[in-house]
Every structure is written in C-alpha cells, then in structure tokens.
C-alpha cells in the first residue's frame, strides 16, 4: 500500500466553521421556535407568516433572554420577556413598552444564512457569504425516508471517524452488522479496501461495503437501490455534537416529508457507546496515546481533509486524484 495520511494527533481538530450544517429537520421546525447550538454558538430557528426558515443569535439585546424561549407571531420572534419583537433578517420591528410615535433604534440581532432542502433546515456557521448551497442528497426525491437525531457525548470528529472504519464492526456490532456474521461463519479474512479520493470527497469501497465523506460533516454508508444512510454530525459544544440520520426506504413517485423517529437505532447505539467512552479518553489523557495501522488509512484521510478545511484549504482537502488499498 502507498503512504499513510499523516498520523499526528494534533490533526484532530474542529470541524470547519465556513460550512452549512443541519439546524434541524424540516418536520420539527412549525409553529415553535427550534433552539440548537453549532460550534458552540447559540441559535435560534423559526418560520415566518409564509413558512420561509430564518436563523439567528439566541438572544434578545434588551436583557439577554434567549429568543428560542420565545413565540412566533405576525412572521416574527417575541421575546418571552419583554415581547420585543425581530424579523427573519434580526432587525427588531416592534417594542410593546415604546409609544406609537417612538422609533424602534436597536441593533439588529445577528441573522445567520438559512436553507431549507432534502428534509432538513440548513444553517450558514461562517463568518463571510454563504459558499454556494448545502450539498444535496442524491436521490432525496425518488425515495421514502426514516428520519432522526441523537446527542452523542463525543467531538463530531469521532463519529464520523467512526462510520468510516472498516475493521470495527466486527467488535462494536455483534448481531446486528454483515461484518460481524461474517467473522462468526468463517472467521477474520483478509479484506481488500480501495480508498479514493476526488475534488469532491472521500469514497471507500470493497465488496460489499460503500462508505462517502464530503465536507463538512457527512458520511454515506451504502448507495443501492435498497439501502442507504445519510449521516451529518453536526459539532455542538465542546466534546458534544448531534448526529443526524437519515434512512433510505423504499421508492416512491410521490415525494413526501421522511417520518420522524425518536428511537435511536441499536447499530447508532452500539456506535455511541464506544465513542463516548473514547471521549472521555481524550478528555482525561490528552491525544498523545494515539497509535494507527495501516487499517486506519481511512479515518486519517478523512482527519486530514478536515484539519484542512478548517483552516481555510478546502481546495488543498481533497486534491488530486488518488487512489491507495488497504489490507485489513
């Protein structure tokens, strides 16, 4: 095999911030305003009186209450404290206290870009313009689809190292994973892996196994007409994201909104288990026990990608056309 990615443990950096991330599936986003958190920055989602999605700081420049705690009224957010109310672009439209005569002078909250496609409501987290649209799902339209989320106590890095392994699941999934019914009927056999990168992303194939990473934050598993699994991890707090999944059903000639699930898949679970362990890991150790094989060439790529993207080479991230295998 060709030479390893770079293996550092100083590579296990943040997700980019100059990205689109899921805020939240469409069907949780209605009357409500939606209060979640991206890299640490406290936002809020609501519709306005034509169901367009908006985006902004949670929290009200008059006393600092968080709009989310809030209600949605004539298309705009009211504090639940004071009722000022602000429009999708943050600008405060109305303050009941204030005379009819009074001019409305604050400074707008800050709005972040907002888009809503392919089930979920997507938020802009960069400080500049928005760099074109979120990545589409393939397919989202010729589909039914199984939809939900889990907070998982761990850097969004992990699992979406995780849903790129190709040696884990024989451990982490018994009776649940092909991998691990494999090993029981005929033991470990040494598989061959081709990993590929293109200016898009990171594709890992093998019989049987389709893995995709593109940037900022998703991993495909599989890509038949009979299964696929969209996952997006988006980075929360510190040592805390969300993964948001998404499973493919059964074809369909009428689009419809997936269904919403709040049971965490067993697979998801047994995934979530051994990487919060992890965390706690890195937490109490530091980084500096890593050690990686040959086997790991996946999960490395996809940790260099990301170091690069986040600071700023997003064009360097996948570059080249490259191709190496992996015995595991």
Same mark, same amino acid.
């Given at each position: 095999?060709?030479?390893l990615?770079?293996?550092?443990?100083?590579?296990r950096?943040?997700?980019?911030?100059?990205?689109?991330?899921?805020?939240?599936?469409s069907?949780r986003?209605?009357?409500?305003?939606?209060?979640?958190?991206?890299?640490?920055?406290?936002?809020?989602?609501?519709?306005?009186?034509?169901?367009?999605?908006?985006?902004?700081?949670?929290?009200?420049?008059?006393?600092?209450?968080?709009?989310?705690?809030?209600?949605?009224?004539?298309?705009?957010?009211?504090?639940?404290?004071?009722?000022? !109310? =602000? $429009?999708?672009?943050? #600008?405060?439209?109305?303050?009941? &206290?204030?005379?009819?005569?009074?001019?409305?002078?604050? +400074? /707008?909250?800050?709005?972040?870009?907002?888009?809503?496609?392919?089930?979920?409501?997507?938020?802009?987290?960069?400080?500049?313009?928005?760099?074109?649209?979120?990545?589409?799902?393939?397919?989202?339209?010729?589909?039914?689809?199984?939809?939900?989320?889990?907070?998982?106590?761990?850097?969004?890095?992990?699992?979406?190292?995780?849903?790129?392994?190709?040696?884990?699941?024989?451990?982490?999934?018994?009776?649940?994973?092909?991998?691990?019914?494999?090993?029981?009927?005929?033991?470990?056999?040494?598989?061959?892996?081709?990993?590929?990168?293109?200016?898009?992303?990171?594709?890992?194939?093998?019989?049987?196994?389709?893995? !995709? =990473? $593109?940037?900022?934050? #998703?991993?495909?598993v599989?890509? &038949?007409?009979?299964?696929?699994?969209?996952?997006?991890? +988006? /980075?929360?707090?510190?040592?805390?994201c969300?993964?948001?999944?998404?499973?493919?059903?059964?074809?369909?000639?009428?689009?419809?909104?997936?269904?919403?699930?709040?049971?965490?898949?067993?697979?998801?679970?047994?995934?979530?288990?051994?990487?919060?362990?992890?965390?706690?890991a890195?937490?109490?150790?530091?980084?500096?026990?890593?050690?990686?094989?040959?086997?790991?060439?996946?999960?490395?790529?996809?940790?260099?990608?990301?170091?690069?993207?986040?600071?700023?080479?997003?064009?360097?991230?996948?570059?080249?056309?490259?191709?190496?295998?992996?015995?595991?």
């Amino acid at each position: 095999m060709t030479e390893l990615p770079t293996n550092a443990a100083a590579d296990r950096v943040p997700l980019p911030q100059e990205a689109w991330y899921v805020g939240a599936a469409s069907s949780r986003l209605t009357e409500a305003p939606v209060a979640i958190v991206i890299h640490g920055q406290t936002i809020v989602l609501f519709r306005d009186s034509e169901g367009r999605a908006h985006a902004m700081h949670d929290r009200c420049p008059h006393r600092g209450v968080a709009l989310s705690l809030g209600t949605v009224s004539e298309g705009q957010i009211a504090c639940a404290y004071h009722g000022w !109310r =602000f $429009d999708g672009t943050g #600008r405060c439209r109305h303050i009941p &206290s204030l005379r009819p005569e009074q001019p409305v002078r604050t +400074v /707008p909250v800050r709005a972040y870009p907002a888009a809503e496609r392919d089930g979920y409501v997507w938020v802009w987290t960069g400080k500049g313009e928005p760099k074109g649209q979120p990545l589409p799902i393939h397919g989202f339209d010729r589909y039914a689809w199984l939809q939900g989320a889990t907070a998982l106590a761990c850097e969004a890095i992990m699992p979406i190292e995780n849903n790129l392994d190709i040696c884990h699941a024989a451990f982490t999934h018994p009776h649940m994973h092909p991998q691990w019914f494999r090993a029981q009927a005929a033991g470990f056999q040494p598989t061959r892996y081709e990993l590929a990168t293109d200016p898009g992303g990171l594709t890992v194939s093998a019989p049987g196994t389709l893995l !995709r =990473f $593109d940037l900022p934050d #998703r991993v495909t598993v599989g890509g &038949s007409e009979t299964f696929r699994l969209v996952l997006h991890h +988006v /980075p929360t707090t510190p040592g805390r994201c969300i993964q948001h999944w998404l499973l493919q059903r059964e074809p369909t000639h009428e689009q419809a909104a997936p269904i919403w699930s709040d049971r965490e898949p067993e697979i998801l679970a047994q995934d979530r288990h051994v990487l919060e362990s992890a965390q706690r890991a890195y937490a109490n150790e530091g980084d500096a026990f890593e050690q990686s094989v040959e086997a790991d060439a996946t999960t490395l790529a996809a940790r260099r990608s990301i170091r690069l993207a986040s600071q700023g080479r997003t064009e360097e991230a996948f570059s080249g056309n490259r191709s190496i295998c992996v015995l595991s």
